[in-house]
Nanobody
Framework: VQLQASGGGLVQAGASLRLSCAAA????????MAWFRQAPGQERTFVSR???????TWSADSVKGRFTISKDGANKVVLQMDSLKPDDTAVYYC???????????????WGQGTLVTVSS
Protein backbone atom coordinates (compact mmCIF):
# COMPACT_ATOMS: atom_id res chain seq x y z
CA VAL A 1 0.00 0.00 0.00
CA GLN A 2 1.24 3.49 -0.81
CA LEU A 3 2.07 5.75 2.15
CA GLN A 4 2.25 9.54 2.09
CA ALA A 5 3.94 11.36 4.95
CA SER A 6 3.50 15.04 5.69
CA GLY A 7 3.81 17.64 8.42
CA GLY A 8 7.53 18.25 8.70
CA GLY A 9 9.04 21.68 9.01
CA LEU A 10 11.47 24.00 10.77
CA VAL A 11 10.78 24.72 14.43
CA GLN A 12 12.65 25.95 17.48
CA ALA A 13 13.64 23.70 20.35
CA GLY A 14 10.74 23.10 22.71
CA ALA A 15 8.11 23.42 20.00
CA SER A 16 5.71 20.77 18.71
CA LEU A 17 5.02 19.23 15.33
CA ARG A 18 2.41 16.75 14.15
CA LEU A 19 3.39 14.32 11.41
CA SER A 20 0.75 12.47 9.46
CA CYS A 21 0.98 9.40 7.27
CA ALA A 22 -1.92 8.52 5.01
CA ALA A 23 -2.32 5.14 3.36
CA ALA A 24 -3.77 4.97 -0.14
CA UNK A 25 -6.24 2.37 1.08
CA UNK A 26 -7.53 0.94 4.29
CA UNK A 27 -4.98 -0.15 6.87
CA UNK A 28 -5.77 -3.73 7.84
CA UNK A 29 -5.96 -4.89 11.43
CA UNK A 30 -2.88 -7.13 11.02
CA UNK A 31 -0.73 -4.13 10.21
CA UNK A 32 1.94 -2.55 12.38
CA MET A 33 2.53 1.07 11.46
CA ALA A 34 5.74 2.75 12.50
CA TRP A 35 7.81 5.88 12.26
CA PHE A 36 11.54 5.82 11.66
CA ARG A 37 13.96 8.68 11.28
CA GLN A 38 17.27 9.25 9.60
CA ALA A 39 19.58 12.07 10.60
CA PRO A 40 22.22 13.32 8.14
CA GLY A 41 25.04 10.81 7.83
CA GLN A 42 23.35 8.35 10.16
CA GLU A 43 21.43 5.11 9.80
CA ARG A 44 17.65 4.96 9.87
CA THR A 45 16.42 4.36 13.41
CA PHE A 46 13.14 3.34 14.99
CA VAL A 47 10.95 6.01 16.63
CA SER A 48 7.48 4.62 17.42
CA ARG A 49 5.09 1.91 16.31
CA UNK A 50 1.44 0.98 16.74
CA UNK A 51 -0.40 -2.28 16.22
CA UNK A 52 -3.49 -1.38 14.25
CA UNK A 53 -5.78 -4.03 15.74
CA UNK A 54 -5.19 -3.25 19.41
CA UNK A 55 -3.75 0.26 19.44
CA UNK A 56 -0.76 -0.99 21.39
CA THR A 57 2.19 1.35 21.03
CA TRP A 58 5.92 1.33 21.69
CA SER A 59 8.47 4.09 21.37
CA ALA A 60 12.22 4.42 21.48
CA ASP A 61 13.65 5.56 24.81
CA SER A 62 14.92 8.74 23.19
CA VAL A 63 11.37 9.93 22.47
CA LYS A 64 9.32 8.36 25.27
CA GLY A 65 7.25 10.96 27.07
CA ARG A 66 7.65 13.44 24.19
CA PHE A 67 6.33 11.66 21.08
CA THR A 68 2.95 9.96 20.77
CA ILE A 69 1.86 7.70 17.93
CA SER A 70 -1.85 7.23 17.29
CA LYS A 71 -4.44 6.27 14.71
CA ASP A 72 -6.51 8.88 12.92
CA GLY A 73 -9.41 7.17 11.24
CA ALA A 74 -9.12 4.05 9.14
CA ASN A 75 -6.11 4.96 7.04
CA LYS A 76 -3.94 7.49 8.81
CA VAL A 77 -1.28 7.34 11.53
CA VAL A 78 -0.12 10.40 13.38
CA LEU A 79 3.08 11.18 15.29
CA GLN A 80 2.64 14.02 17.76
CA MET A 81 6.04 15.39 18.65
CA ASP A 82 6.33 17.67 21.67
CA SER A 83 9.29 19.25 23.42
CA LEU A 84 11.38 18.90 20.30
CA LYS A 85 15.16 18.96 20.59
CA PRO A 86 17.86 19.70 18.01
CA ASP A 87 18.77 15.98 18.18
CA ASP A 88 15.33 15.20 16.74
CA THR A 89 16.38 16.78 13.43
CA ALA A 90 15.98 14.11 10.75
CA VAL A 91 13.95 12.91 7.83
CA TYR A 92 10.98 11.02 9.28
CA TYR A 93 9.56 8.02 7.44
CA CYS A 94 6.35 6.15 8.03
CA UNK A 95 6.30 2.44 7.36
CA UNK A 96 3.90 -0.47 7.34
CA UNK A 97 4.53 -4.12 8.16
CA UNK A 98 3.07 -7.07 10.00
CA UNK A 99 5.69 -7.80 12.66
CA UNK A 100 5.88 -6.14 16.05
CA UNK A 101 9.39 -4.92 15.37
CA UNK A 102 11.69 -1.94 15.59
CA UNK A 103 13.86 -3.26 12.76
CA UNK A 104 13.38 -1.35 9.52
CA UNK A 105 14.00 -4.55 7.55
CA UNK A 106 10.69 -5.92 8.80
CA UNK A 107 8.69 -3.17 7.09
CA UNK A 108 7.73 -3.55 3.44
CA UNK A 109 5.85 -0.34 2.75
CA TRP A 110 7.47 3.07 3.13
CA GLY A 111 6.42 6.67 2.72
CA GLN A 112 8.66 9.20 1.03
CA GLY A 113 9.86 10.95 4.20
CA THR A 114 9.27 14.37 5.65
CA LEU A 115 12.04 16.62 6.98
CA VAL A 116 11.96 17.86 10.56
CA THR A 117 14.51 20.51 11.51
CA VAL A 118 14.78 21.69 15.11
CA SER A 119 16.91 24.76 15.74
CA SER A 120 18.50 25.56 19.10
Amino acid sequence: VQLQASGGGLVQAGASLRLSCAAAGRIYSSTVMAWFRQAPGQERTFVSRIRWSTGRTWSADSVKGRFTISKDGANKVVLQMDSLKPDDTAVYYCAGGTQWSGDSRDYRNWGQGTLVTVSS
